[in-house]
Structure formats: C-alpha cells, structure tokens
C-alpha cells in the first residue's frame, strides 16, 4: 500500500513530573482540548491516561487535511501560548508527538479504551508493514472482535509540514521530544477488548512483519470533544505549583 495524502491526525503521548500532574490534567480537560479543537480544520479531540504502558497520557485528534499544520491558526496558537501553557509545559516528559496523515481508516465510534502502539518501521519495510496491517490486521480485529469499534494507522509528515515541530510551544518542554513514528490507534469498547487486543498484536509478532519497534500502550478514556460550543477557560488565578 502506498501511502495516500488523507485527513491529517496528531496524536501525543506524553509524561510528566508528579508535581506538575494535577495542573496538566486541569489544564487539558479546561483548555487544551478546547483550545486545539477549535482550531480551523481540527474535527474533534480526545484524551486518555494510562492503564498499561507508558508514557501517562495520550490524546489524538483528526484534521481535515494535513494542511492545518502549516496554517496560520495553528502556528498562533502554537507560537503564543496561554500562561496555563506555559505553567504546564516544563513538566512534559518523554513526549512522541506525530503530527501525520492517516494512512489507514476502518471502522466507527468513540470507545472507551484504546490499544496505541508507537511504530518505527525497519528500514526498507514500510510498504510492507503498511500492507500487513491495513489489509489483514486491522480489518480481521474488526471482524472477529465487536469490541472493536475502530483503528487508525497514521505516518508523520516532515518537519517542515509542521508549524508545530520548532514552535514556541514545544520550545519550552524541559526535555526535547522523541522522535516522530507511525501510530497505530484501536478503539475499544472497554479496556478487556484493548488487552485482547495488544495480545494478538505483541510485538514479536510486529517485529516479524517489519516494525523495528513497537511500544504497546492501553489508555482509558478522560474526555472527548468535537466541533461544537468548545470555548476554552480562561487561565486559573493561581498558576504556582
């Protein structure tokens, strides 16, 4: 399969410190989400914590085209951040973030876990990789399994499709980010099916297919939101740790 220019996704995994934990969840369930969603071309947002794996957190939304992440919106907002911003922002650890294209897309549905993998495809056995898991993996879940309610298989886009990859925002984490990969997303009904799930899907048999590493993760769902009356709060009062 070769790759397609299709909707755009990001998807973040992240950490962060213990002392910052509780004002990263405020700040996500009160602003971010809000604040990214309501960007021109962002469909919808969701956020997760983790269950199984690390890092802590994970979140994703859907674009309606990878050209949001060159535009003038979403360069503001990534260039001039809120103070909950950066209040929150020295605290993220160990984040992958991929700013992509949705490379495969089956099924329908918001669920109530999700089964996420961090791919990074061995060298010469993308294509291949790609194929395995759009053509057979992915539609066999989805029939064998109706807790499986949908997947998503998304690649990175170049640094230089991203506003987001050098902006101030990402400036101010302490640590820099891990590097871009391809992200597999299964949502599930529960998080019983997202166990199954990575059950047959381990990366020893990943590694057999062509994927040089896979970083299993199962995340509950905290929050989702779409392109409705998404106003951001404003900043709390008192940003001090």
Request: glycine share 10%; aromatic share 8%; with cysteine.
């Amino acid at each position: 399969m070769t790759p397609v220019r299709g909707p755009g996704i990001l998807i973040v995994w992240t950490g962060v410190t213990e002392e910052r934990d509780a004002l990263f969840n405020g700040w996500y369930n009160r602003q971010h989400l809000s604040e990214r969603t309501n960007v021109p071309g962002f469909r919808n947002g969701r956020r997760y914590k983790a269950v199984e794996g690390s890092p802590a957190y994970l979140a994703w939304y859907e674009l309606e085209s990878p050209d949001v992440f060159t535009s003038e919106a979403y360069a503001e907002r990534q260039n001039n951040p809120t103070g909950w911003t950066q209040a929150v922002m020295p605290g993220f650890r160990d984040v992958t973030r991929v700013a992509g294209r949705v490379t495969a897309r089956l099924g329908q549905g918001l669920g109530g876990a999700c089964a996420s993998w961090r791919l990074t495809p061995t060298a010469g056995a993308e294509a291949g990789l790609a194929d395995w898991l759009a053509q057979e993996v992915l539609p066999a879940l989805l029939a064998e399994n109706i807790g499986v309610l949908g997947a998503v298989l998304a690649a990175p886009l170049d640094a230089a499709a991203d506003a987001g990859a050098t902006s101030n925002e990402t400036k101010m984490r302490a640590q820099p980010d891990n590097p871009p990969c391809w992200g597999l997303l299964i949502e599930c009904a529960d998080i019983e099916t997202a166990q199954a799930v990575q059950g047959q899907l381990d990366p020893v048999t990943l590694a057999q297919n062509g994927a040089e590493q896979a970083e299993p993760g199962i995340y509950a769902l905290v929050t989702a939101l779409g392109q409705f009356d998404n106003t951001p709060a404003p900043d709390p009062k008192d940003l001090s740790l």
